[in-house]
């Protein structure tokens, strides 16, 4: 325990910077078209599919040369047919990186050298070193020769220098740079180096703040770890990197984590851990059958199970990575797939099987050079022919293997010869011999037990959950400073949203105040301006002022209604408009005098007011004239039950004074025209009204001034709205009349004679 308690405290920094990054916003490396990064996504488990994609994209878009590298595609749609020489020189690194991954190094050379080509011919020295950059990291993948990565280094490293402005993409470059250096100190065992570079490079990740980055260095550096057997840091950088991926929900990242964590727990021998990764990882790559990491995974699981003594499910997974078999890239991966196939059957007790991939792995091991492989098939054909009996046989391949085994100081080899050896000499009943192999296998048994007990498997176990724990703690302590952060923004913010919500109370307590006032002067002056000053009825300005809006039209707009616009607007009010006049209204200030008059005016609009009920009005027009609005609903008699009752109000009329009691009164309705609601305003509604009490008037010079009068006007059901689109509605109703439009109705029956009234006179009446 007491190596990884030391260890926490550097854990915990470590794990504090990821959180850290983690705590800002992510910024990752986007293509400039949405296919290119797709082509990018799926590079690692999918090259051909990267390479479609790209092909297709350089071959069905046209070459538009512009001055920017950062041209911006419009958004009409011509994105969908053009490719810019950026975009170009994107779309064939990836090409190249697919090319490399698909075991094509000389198209993938091709390719990129083709994208440093394009770069150069428009001047685009950033992409140029991109290109250089990963022109060297493919070179390297396949001759790993110093001299000529060093020469490209160089080359690298003096374009940079040139690069006067410090931007993100440099920024990142140096960190692809530096990393991919690391790789290369690492080949040459240069930990110093190596270590040094990654250290560089986790200085960019921290400046870019990006989250795409700081996943990948923590993955790459764990691989490192993981290869140099340090386990301890392997397991603290890719724990960080898989929480990290957990929460981003980055499913590549988490699967080649999940696997790096797999190959680092079956490397300690925590098989079920091992077990564990292994799955969620192949849970990822079996939705792309036939890729290389599919294939690398399946091989690990049927490692770990081999190693767990569960040999069906290791064969099991052996021949699916047979049948994956094309995702292999070389050789040596193939023949050891057939070795472990047939170490399993032998565990199985399948010699006949085993033989057949026995054979097929020798005959193949006949076209290489690797000792190790050949070492491997010599001790396979010893344990078929040790449980054939045949024990020469046995005997002098297990000789040939550890002699190889000794030769390549591999101790597993020469542990597997050893026991060989011991079970051949014990058929043989050469014990003395055979006690000296198994003497020589226990020997190199406790040795490795004793490596693997420097740190033992509950250590390793205990190990990870403490990082784990420092992680999660690492998180919580960033959560609870960010918190902190808030919580001290909203006391200040709430400190000044109660200080402007009382002003604002204020505020709003003054200007109730305020309000409250204007409106009792307001309601003051309303009351005085909208009432008639000598009969306290409602005056002409309150009825303009409450019509509907719709009766507001005016003849300007006809044309709109004509034409449809307007036939279907809602009717919001069905009305009677009644006007009488009361001549003794207009003579009691004669007869009588002004206080006298005004005393009887005023008793007779209140008189008149408690006859009204809303929602009917009532105004005073002018000095005998009186105005009426009635809905429709409210009364349901006919125009002689209107007159009676507006009869009844002036005769009920009580007063000292003789005065004259006969009324003369005309009636329409509105709207006035039932097919055309809007074709007759209210101005024009009143003036039909005044023409039908110039009409009640010449009826009485006719039948006595003493007699009350009654005239309605209305149009007929079908009458058209065009003959009322005069300027001078009493024409158009005159013409209205000749033409049979306008019905009138009289009191005593003399529609004729009324209508001979209006025919007979001129057209302003």
Same mark, same amino acid.
């Given at each position: 325990m007491q190596r990884p308690m030391n260890k926490v405290a550097q854990i915990i920094i470590?794990?504090?910077?990821?959180?850290?990054?983690?705590?800002?916003?992510?910024q990752a490396k986007t293509y400039l078209t949405p296919y290119l990064q797709e082509a990018a996504r799926v590079l690692s488990i999918n090259p051909q599919q990267s390479i479609t994609t790209t092909k297709q994209f350089l071959s069905a878009r046209r070459l538009v040369v512009t001055n920017s590298q950062d041209y911006t595609l419009s958004r009409d749609g011509s994105e969908e047919s053009i490719r810019t020489p950026s975009t170009s020189i994107e779309a064939l690194q990836i090409m190249a990186q697919a090319y490399h991954n698909q075991?094509?190094?000389?198209?993938?050379?091709?390719?990129?050298?083709?994208?440093?080509?394009?770069?150069?011919?428009?001047?685009?020295?950033?992409?140029?070193?991109?290109?250089?950059?990963?022109?060297?990291?493919?070179?390297?993948?396949?001759?790993?020769?110093?001299?000529?990565?060093n020469r490209y280094?160089?080359?690298?490293?003096?374009?940079?220098?040139?690069?006067?402005?410090?931007?993100?993409?440099?920024?990142?470059?140096?960190?692809?740079?530096?990393?991919?250096?690391?790789?290369?100190?690492?080949?040459?065992?240069?930990?110093?180096?190596?270590?040094?570079?990654?250290?560089?490079?986790?200085?960019?990740?921290?400046?870019?703040?990006?989250?795409?980055?700081?996943?990948?260095y923590h993955l790459n550096l764990g691989e490192y770890y993981l290869k140099q057997d340090e386990y301890d840091d392997s397991l603290t950088q890719l724990l960080i990197t898989y929480w990290m991926a957990v929460k981003e929900g980055d499913s590549i990242e988490l699967a080649k984590t999940n696997l790096l964590l797999a190959k680092l727990f079956y490397s300690r021998h925590v098989f079920d851990k091992a077990i564990e990764h292994t799955t969620e990882a192949a849970d990822f790559y079996d939705n792309y059958p036939h890729s290389t990491p599919l294939s690398e995974t399946l091989k690990l699981m049927a490692d770990t199970y081999y190693q767990q003594g569960k040999f069906n499910l290791a064969l099991v997974s052996y021949l699916n990575v047979l049948d994956n078999e094309e995702t292999l890239k070389t050789l040596g991966q193939i023949i050891e797939l057939r070795i472990n196939i047939a170490n399993?059957?032998?565990?199985?007790?399948?010699?006949?099987?085993?033989?057949?991939?026995?054979?097929?792995?020798?005959?193949?091991?006949?076209?290489?050079?690797?000792?190790?492989?050949?070492?491997?098939?010599?001790?396979?054909?010893?344990?078929?022919?040790l449980s054939h009996g045949n024990t020469e046989t046995a005997l002098a391949y297990s000789q040939l293997a550890l002699t190889?085994?000794?030769?390549?100081?591999?101790?597993?080899?020469?542990?597997?010869?050893?026991?060989?050896?011991?079970?051949?000499?014990?058929?043989?009943?050469?014990?003395?011999?055979a006690l000296e192999a198994q003497h020589n296998y226990q020997s190199l048994w406790q040795n490795q037990q004793e490596q693997f007990n420097a740190i033992n498997e509950e250590v390793f176990r205990q190990q990870k959950d403490i990082i784990e724990q420092s992680l999660h703690y690492a998180g919580l302590e960033d959560n609870l400073s960010r918190s902190q952060e808030k919580y001290h923004d909203y006391q200040q913010s709430t400190l000044v949203l109660m200080v402007?919500?009382?002003?604002?109370?204020?505020?709003?307590?003054?200007?109730?105040?305020?309000?409250?006032?204007?409106?009792?002067?307001?309601?003051?002056?309303?009351?005085?301006?909208?009432?008639?000053?000598?009969?306290?009825?409602?005056?002409l300005k309150l009825l303009n002022a409450k019509l509907p809006k719709s009766l507001e039209r005016s003849n300007a707009i006809f044309e709109q209604w004509r034409l449809g616009e307007l036939i279907n607007e809602p009717l919001s009010d069905r009305l009677h408009f009644v006007m009488f006049d009361v001549p003794f209204l207009r003579n009691v200030y004669l007869k009588r005098g002004y206080h006298a008059g005004l005393d009887i005016e005023k008793a007779f609009g209140q008189h008149l007011q408690s006859f009204v009920n809303s929602p009917a009005r009532l105004y005073h027009f002018s000095d005998g004239l009186f105005l009426y609005i009635e809905p429709k609903a409210t009364h349901q008699g006919n125009t002689e039950t209107m007159f009676e009752k507006i009869n009844s109000w002036v005769e009920t009329?009580?007063?000292?004074?003789?005065?004259?009691?006969? !009324? =003369?009164?005309?009636? $329409?309705?509105?709207?006035? *025209? @039932?097919?055309a609601v809007t &074709?007759?305003?209210?101005?024009?509604?009143?003036?039909?009204?005044?023409?039908?009490?110039?009409?009640?008037?010449?009826?009485?010079?006719?039948?006595?001034?003493?007699?009350?009068?009654?005239?309605?006007?209305?149009? !007929? =059901?079908?009458?058209? $709205?065009?003959?009322?689109? *005069? @300027?001078?509605?009493?024409? &158009?109703?005159?013409?209205?009349?000749?033409?049979?439009?306008?019905?009138?109705?009289t009191l005593n029956g003399n529609d004729e004679l009324a209508k001979s009234i209006i025919r007979n006179e001129k057209p302003n009446l």
């Open positions: 470590t794990l504090l910077f990821s959180s850290l990054l983690l705590s800002k916003q992510a075991g094509l190094y000389q198209l993938a050379l091709q390719s990129i050298q083709e994208a440093e080509t394009l770069a150069t011919q428009y001047k685009l020295p950033q992409l140029y070193i991109n290109a250089r950059l990963s022109h060297a990291q493919l070179l390297w993948d396949q001759t790993h020769s110093i001299n000529d990565i280094l160089s080359e690298i490293d003096q374009k940079l220098e040139q690069e006067q402005q410090t931007t993100n993409w440099k920024q990142q470059l140096n960190y692809h740079l530096n990393m991919f250096k690391a790789r290369v100190y690492a080949y040459q065992n240069n930990r110093i180096k190596a270590e040094a570079a990654f250290k560089q490079a986790e200085s960019y990740v921290v400046v870019l703040n990006s989250v795409l980055l700081t996943i990948d399993t059957y032998l565990k199985l007790f399948d010699f006949s099987h085993a033989e057949i991939y026995l054979n097929q792995a020798q005959r193949m091991v006949e076209q290489t050079n690797s000792v190790l492989q050949k070492s491997e098939v010599n001790l396979l054909q010893a344990a078929l022919a190889a085994a000794t030769q390549l100081n591999n101790n597993h080899l020469k542990m597997s010869a050893y026991r060989i050896s011991s079970a051949v000499y014990q058929q043989q009943g050469n014990y003395k011999q402007v919500s009382l002003l604002l109370f204020m505020v709003i307590i003054y200007r109730g105040y305020l309000n409250k006032k204007i409106k009792k002067e307001l309601e003051i002056q309303t009351i005085d301006l909208y009432t008639h000053t000598r009969s306290g009825l409602q005056n009329f009580q007063t000292d004074e003789t005065i004259d009691r006969h !009324i =003369k009164m005309g009636i $329409a309705e509105y709207p006035f *025209l @039932p097919k &074709a007759i305003n209210d101005k024009e509604l009143i003036d039909i009204l005044l023409m039908a009490i110039y009409i009640c008037r010449k009826i009485s010079t006719y039948e006595g001034e003493t007699d009350s009068q009654w005239v309605h006007l209305s149009a !007929i =059901k079908n009458a058209p $709205a065009a003959s009322f689109a *005069l @300027p001078n509605i009493r024409l &158009a109703c005159q013409q209205a009349v000749n033409q049979g439009l306008i019905k009138i109705q």
